[in-house]
């Protein structure tokens, strides 16, 4: 909610907004959850082949990248859907990571900004890729 439409509009793309978020000026609307919304172009509902390519469409991000991928998109920005909330954190943050993850494999580049870091279970810190690499035991990086 900290960027203004025209600030996410800068890329010169077409900008999707969920029908609950109040800010106008935005290509397209989604609100698939039926809550009344005072934005004029809302699509309500979306084709039925967004729920049977067998994907674990469970929130409306998998709903949209799905529809955005049987509708052609190629490159896709992903921008204030961090997945946080505990109900999304542990019920849909999977469903979405596969997703995420079949679409990239299936020729679409996803960009995300503001996903949570991946915290090491054991370590109980962010996880970088440079965790991975062990230190042998003269200190050098192997």
Known sequence: MEKSVAELKEKNSELWMCGTDSREGADRYFELHGISTNHKNVTRELQKEVYELG??????????LVYAFISGYKN????????NANHEYIEQRPALAYVVGYLNASGMNIEWEGVPHTVNYGRKKPLKAEDDIEEAEDGSKQ
């Open 55 to 64: 994907l674990p469409v469970n929130n409306t991000i998998c709903a949209l």
């Open 76 to 83: 896709v920005s992903v921008i204030g859907a961090p997945m």
